[in-house]
RNA sequence: UGGGGCGUAGCCAAGUGGUAAGGCAGCGGCCUUUGGAGCCGCCAUUCGCAGGUUCGAGUCCUGCCGCCCCAGCCA
């Protein structure tokens, strides 16, 4: 793992904020009412998935929010659910935080650390007469609920004795009773327009094997139940959530207040919405258990693990979740601002490379017959530090074929028939004419005269020509993979039940046989380049030695496609 | 037709009564041995709409409209 520790969370040069939201006003306001005298916050993932992009919003802000105020932030799982929760998740979710910069040192806790505790402020509720054992089936809590215009009606088990209820749910947890027959339950109002409040379960009996406290349970508690005293606990100052929670504040408010136990104060905001993708955990999972991706790292999905497979650097991710801001409005970010992300980091340090993706053989006539040339070439143009290199020359090259037109369009600057060119960093040529595919008429060769005089860094390079092109010496280059990502949806959009048939079929190509300068040959996975006039390529972690297979990341910005496409 | 939120450019987002930041996208141009990168310019007479208060309103008040969330023993 590299190491790329965050500077700060919010800004890359520590101190106050770069740029602050409404959250960080909240937080400064409690610090200077003295509401609280410093920051504590947290990030509670539930360990049923992968972390993806959306979650990274929230880890910077969390963590920022910690390191700006010198305070200190938490992980938190809130893994209250067994059945649909496990250890492969809980470890995929620490090396993604990790990878992404942040560091929570010891305070690693788990909802179920305080499975206790909990069931002993359950108590204290019941014996203050503000929690009972239900006998309502799950059915018939809904129908009691009321609807979102009409008030609930109150159970008929609701005005059991505090004995008899503290006997029954102690029976719960002995495991006296089946899945579903009982419920504990906080009585507050069945009458309230906040639904929430209409008496919500807090513990339910499930007879599954907790991936961290096995059998010990059978009983568990609500999210509702278990996440605010959690906070409460570990003196969490600011809970930090997203919108969807908001009108669970007031019960939230209610517990702490019973309790009469540490009030944090909640701030919700908008959750992350990027065009062309999913977010939803159901969705992600559907996608890789229907196997429409190749795993929760798919370069191709919104996660943690697919974009650092797929490319991305923990860099470019932050500066993302500085760049789209915090608010309350609902929001859909465009992908081009996270890809402009990647870009911007990538071309101050990927090393240049050339690679061909699609070969196109051409000889240079007047070039000796085995003669081979080291011609330098800057490793990055934006950074002298990283120096340079050296690429073979020899009289048979490869091109790329999307270089050459027989029948230039207008405003074509690169090779065709009579039009001159320079090879980057070697010399400048001249198409002297192509030999074709007798049958289909497809070009296979093109033959170019170049001038010895212009090899770069000699006066005579000096020459303006309309276009650079990129190349590989045939005889020295390497066989590669490039895997080529698109979007995985068609449609901006792809929310609503048919959402699948939205599947981009073409999200993923796979070119092989490209040819990459020598000096690939000895990639690991993770390594980034930029392929000069193509894109920044990943080396992929699964590949065969002598083939190493490389996912582009992002395409550099082409403005001769965009003039194309007119 | 209950409750809770949110409406500033194509997409985000600053703005906290004094005359609409910034980013992405788009469009022009400069520069260029990456049609990359960089640089310059353009892109909201107006902030969901309508009234009102004020010398002055995106900011305050009133009314309306639109969108999102909530009726799991999920989180």
Known sequence: MEDNKAKTGTSETGGTPERKNFVHEIVEEDLKSKRYDSVHTRFPPEPNGYLHIGHAKSICLNFGIAKDYKGLANLRFDDT??????????????????????????????????????????????????????????????????????????????????????????????????????????????????????????????????????????????????????????????????????????????????????????????????TYTVMSKRRLLQLVQEKHVDGWDDPRMPTLSGLRRRGYTPESIRLFADRIGVSKADSVIDVSVLEDCLRLDLNKRAMRAMAVLRPLKLVIDNYPDDKVEELAAVNNPENETMGTRTVPFSKVLYIEQDDFRENPPKKFFRLSPGSEVRLRYAYIIKCAGVEKDEKTGEVTEVHCTYDPDTRS??????????????????????????????????????????????????????????????????????????????????????????????????????????????
């Not at 029976?171 to 504990?184: A, I, V």
């Not at 009996?205 to 568990?220: E, P, S």
């Open 81 to 274: 659910n067994p059945t649909k929760e496990d250890v492969e998740y809980v470890d995929s979710i620490k090396t993604d935080i990790r990878w992404l910069g942040f560091d929570w040192d010891d305070r690693e806790f788990y909802a179920s650390d305080y499975f206790e505790k909990l069931y002993e402020y359950a108590a204290v509720l019941i014996r203050k007469g503000k929690a009972y054992v239900d006998n309502l089936n799950a059915d018939q809590i809904r129908e009691y609920r009321g609807t979102l215009t009409e008030p609930g009606k109150e159970s008929p088990y609701r005005s059991r004795s505090v004995e008899e209820n503290l006997d029954l749910f102690e029976r719960m947890k002995k495991g006296e009773f089946p899945d579903g027959s009982k419920t504990l339950r906080a009585k507050i109002d069945m009458s309230s327009p906040n639904i929430n409040l209409r008496d919500p379960v807090m513990y339910r009996i499930l007879h599954a094997t907790h991936h961290r406290t096995g059998d010990k349970w059978c009983i568990y508690p609500m999210y509702d139940w278990a996440h605010g005293q959690s906070d409460s606990i570990e003196g969490i100052t600011h809970s930090i959530c997203t919108l969807e929670f908001e009108d669970h504040r007031p019960l939230y408010n209610w517990f702490v207040e019973q309790l009469g136990i540490h009030h944090p104060r909640q701030i919700e905001f908008a959750r992350l919405n990027l």
């Open 457 to 566: 860094g000699l006066p005579a390079s000096q020459r303006k020509v309309k276009g650079t092109i990129h190349w590989v010496s045939a005889s020295r280059a390497i066989d590669v993979e490039a895997r080529l990502y698109d979007r995985l949806f068609t449609v901006e959009d792809p929310s609503g039940e048919n959402w699948k048939s939205f599947i981009n079929p073409n999200s993923l190509e796979v070119v092989k046989n490209c040819k990459a300068e020598p000096g690939l040959a000895n990639v690991k996975p993770q390594d980034r380049f930029q392929f000069e006039r193509l894109g920044y390529y990943c080396v992929d972690n699964d590949f065969k030695p002598g083939e190493p297979v490389f996912n582009r990341a992002v395409t550099l910005r082409d403005t001769w496609a965009k003039i194309e496409k007119r």
